[in-house]
Every structure is written in C-alpha cells, then in structure tokens.
C-alpha cells in the first residue's frame, strides 16, 4: 500500500523572503513533497497555514498516513482547534514527522508536554550529523555521518522529554552538540523530530537529509486502523463483555459523560 503523506508548511517566508524563495522557488512544502514523490512507496501532497483550516481538515486528516509539519515565523497564528484535530489524529496512530523550527510549534509542545526550548546561533555554520544508531530503519542508507554545509546551530540544552530513540547527535562549527533525529510515541502514532531545515539554507536539497526523510515516513507509517476509542466512553453494565451485577454507589447515571 502507497504511503499518503501531506507536507505541511507555514508558506510564510516561502512567500516573503527573496533567499528563501530563490532556494525554494515552489516553496520547503514543495522540495520535501518532491522529495518524497521520487519513492514509489510514498504519495505526498501539500497544506498550509493560509489555506482555510491551514489545510487540514477532517477529511484531509483521515486520508493522510504520515504528516510532515515545518514552521517557525508563525507558530502562534495556527488555529488551537486544528492543533487538537492533529493531536487527535496522532493518538489514533496517524505519523508525525517534526521539522527544524517546529520544535516550538504548538502541536510539538502538545505532545511532548514540555517547553521544547533550545540553543541557536545563525552563522552558517558546518553542521555534522552523526547516526548513533546504525540500525535504525530511519538512518538506511546513510553513512555514518554526513554533511550539512551551512546551517543553523541549535545546541544542548534541548528540553524534551526522554526520547524513545535518538537516531541522531550534531556536531557544529562552534562546538555545539545537538539530538538531533529523536523519536517518539504518542497513543497509536509515531513521531520523529529532525533538526536541520533551516529556510536560509539549501538544505532540503541535501541528499542525505531527503533520504532521512522518506525513512522516517516509512517509519512514522501505521498500517494499523485509526485508534478511535479516544473519547473515554462510559460503558454500559449490558455492554460488559462478560455478566456482572452492578454493586455499590456511583456518581455518574448510565451512559453519562465522565468529568472532563
């Protein structure tokens, strides 16, 4: 079965910079969807911030596998509505793949529970990515580091829970060391964070960062159907899958929604 992934982008400075669009005349949604379309197992189209509901709608959602999500001038303008719809999406086993600056998104910080904070310096500094974990399906193909050749730093401290895996550390020009591919699980949906993305900077042309990306949609991919049973439903005493009596005192009437 084809992987459906929908590359989500703020398309802000795609649209405003003029380094930015002479890098990404299509803008950093287009680069990571083409990216993404030269693997046949992958279908990857587009939504972003200014389209209504910034393109993720219900039916847009239910029909994505995999969600790329890049951001950074405008994490605030992104609707909290929509942020629960994709959270929503993620517990029911929905992919998440986390780009660069979208560690301050909102439905980053949602997930993760945590201020998801950082250091950074913007000097076009050489940024080596060392796989620290060679079997991971997310570092196939690579080899034991690679080079992006100007970047942003982001540096340690990165405040994030305990990742489930770090795939990835960086190593900058100035010192600074960075996890910068991590993994997560959140309900049925698996999420990865990778750092480097900076809009400056070609670096979704890169082809080492355009094979981490197709990996983590494979990996990210849940063939397994959508989680629902995340509303906490009060099940009835007829409903038990074996027959009981019922016994003792209560606060909620049968089929009452519990406190929320």
């Not at 994505?64 to 992104?78: E, I, M």
């Not at 993305?197 to 197709?214: A, D, F, K, M």
Request: charged share 20%; with cysteine; net charge negative.
């Amino acid at each position: 079965m084809t992987i459906r992934a929908t590359v989500w982008g703020e398309n802000v400075h795609d649209r405003e910079n003029e380094i930015v669009q002479s890098i990404y005349p299509n803008g950093m949604h287009g680069c990571i969807a083409e990216a993404l379309n030269a693997d046949p197992d992958i279908t990857a189209t587009t939504a972003t911030l200014e389209q209504p509901e910034h393109g993720l709608t219900v039916e847009k959602l239910a029909e994505t596998d995999v969600l790329t999500w890049w951001g950074h001038k405008a994490h605030g303008a992104v609707n909290d509505a929509i942020v629960e719809r994709v959270a929503e999406r993620v517990w029911e086993g929905m992919g998440l793949i986390v780009l660069h600056s979208g560690h301050f998104s909102k439905i980053f910080k949602r997930l993760m529970g945590t201020p998801c904070s950082l250091k950074w310096r913007e000097a076009g500094e050489k940024e080596r990515v060392w796989v620290i974990n060679r079997n991971h399906p997310i570092a196939h193909g690579l080899d034991e580091s690679f080079i992006v050749g100007e970047t942003e730093m982001y540096g340690e401290p990165f405040l994030i829970p305990e990742p489930m895996e770090t795939v990835f550390i960086s190593w900058y020009d100035g010192g600074e060391v960075f996890r910068s591919g991590v993994t997560y699980r959140r309900g049925g949906g698996n999420v990865f964070y990778f750092s480097p993305g900076h809009e400056v900077y070609p670096i979704y042309h890169n082809e080492s960062v355009q094979t981490v990306l197709r990996n983590a949609v494979k990996w990210a991919y849940n063939p397994a159907p959508a989680w629902k049973n995340t509303d906490a439903p009060n099940v009835p005493i007829d409903k038990a899958p074996e027959p009981i009596t019922e016994k003792g005192p209560h606060l909620h009437a049968p089929g009452e929604a519990g406190f929320r």
